[in-house]
């Protein structure tokens, strides 16, 4: 459950890795900070670390559930920031949460469900010791971007599975397996965005307010996973919107393919009809009928026959239903 307890200096550097009993006392030193990574903790430590930081019941109460919204919410001097998550799992997109306690001192971050461990955003951060030494804030900036970055080779990964599917939306006959999947893409997709959209309001809160957690130094740094934030989402509405589009050029492909089966099995349902009408007519039992005592009354009516068909067909070939 407990993936990495790290403490910093002041400046940057990587104190050392420390047991949660040890977060009070390192606390205790001046101008030190914990980093604290956590996936589907239980309720037990939970309520340790909220010992050691002191944070608000209602928060920990949240974190114990893996079924929150998107949301950032203050209590006292932490704030308590909840993000969905998203991993492309065998086609299909995996949704999960991560929640954040972030404090001037400490930054926790509680995974639960589809969730990539955040240590190379803890490396990364690491390699910066210039922008770490700003303290938890430039932690939570690593995680955020983190987290938005992983989104959009998802998007990415969708867009080159629809180009794959080209050849199966325009095809002729309908293929049932090919709209399930598109319909299925565009389901993920749906909820993909519901998940990211509301991102946008909570990195702009981050940009905007909370001065006493995050400097104005870091503040461009969370404006741009805003903007990333922002191109994963219009991705997202674009690649919905051709997917739509799929759908329906699919299913209008087929049936104008059913509508041109149908204006020929109609046209050589007209052709058989002609023939049909006439011979049935001589198929009535009257007593005088002239014609048929004559010589030339067979072959007369073949010839008739054939040129009603011949009409008939040059007529539908001149129209296209042949």
């Not at 804030?137 to 080779?153: K, Q």
């Not at 997202?236 to 204006?263: C, D, H, P, W, Y």
């Not at 046209?267 to 005592?293: D, K, R, V």
Request: with cysteine; charged share 20%.
């Amino acid at each position: 459950m407990i993936v990495n307890c790290v403490a910093y200096r002041k400046d940057g550097s990587r104190l050392d890795d420390i047991q949660i009993e040890d977060i009070d006392e390192t606390l205790r030193k001046p101008e030190t900070f914990v980093w604290v990574g956590l996936h589907e903790p239980d309720q037990r430590l939970l309520l340790k670390l909220q010992d050691e930081f002191g944070l608000h019941d209602l928060a920990i109460e949240d974190a114990q559930q893996a079924h929150q919204r998107t949301k950032i919410e203050a209590y006292g001097d932490a704030l308590f920031i909840v993000v969905q998550t998203a991993q492309l799992i065998e086609g299909h997109i995996a949704f999960g949460e991560t929640h954040i306690f972030f404090g001037a001192r400490y930054l926790i971050t509680v995974r639960h469900g589809a969730s990539l461990s955040y240590t190379p955003a803890r490396h990364a951060c690491e390699k910066t010791p210039d922008l770490l030494a700003h303290g938890p804030s430039y932690g939570l900036y690593g995680v955020l971007d983190y987290i938005v970055d992983n989104l959009l080779p998802i998007v990415r990964e969708f867009r080159e599975e629809l180009q794959t599917l080209e050849n199966d939306i325009f095809a002729d006959t309908f293929n049932r397996n090919t709209v399930r999947r598109l319909y299925d893409m565009q389901r993920d997709l749906m909820t993909l965005r519901l998940a990211v959209s509301p991102m946008q309001d909570v990195i702009s809160q981050l940009v905007r307010l909370h001065p006493e957690l995050i400097p104005d130094e870091l503040r461009v740094y969370f404006r741009d996973v805003y903007d990333h934030v922002f191109r994963v989402n219009e991705s997202i509405g674009a690649m919905r919107e051709m997917l739509t589009a799929a759908i329906n050029v699919n299913l209008s492909l087929v049936t104008f393919g059913q509508n041109e089966v149908m204006k020929k099995l109609a046209g050589w349902a007209a052709m058989l009809a002609a023939p049909t009408l006439i011979t049935s007519w001589y198929g009535m039992n009257f007593t005088h009928m002239p014609e048929l005592a004559k010589p030339w009354a067979y072959p007369t009516i073949i010839m008739v026959v054939a040129s009603v068909v011949g009409v008939i067909y040059v007529a539908l070939k001149r129209a296209r239903w042949l």
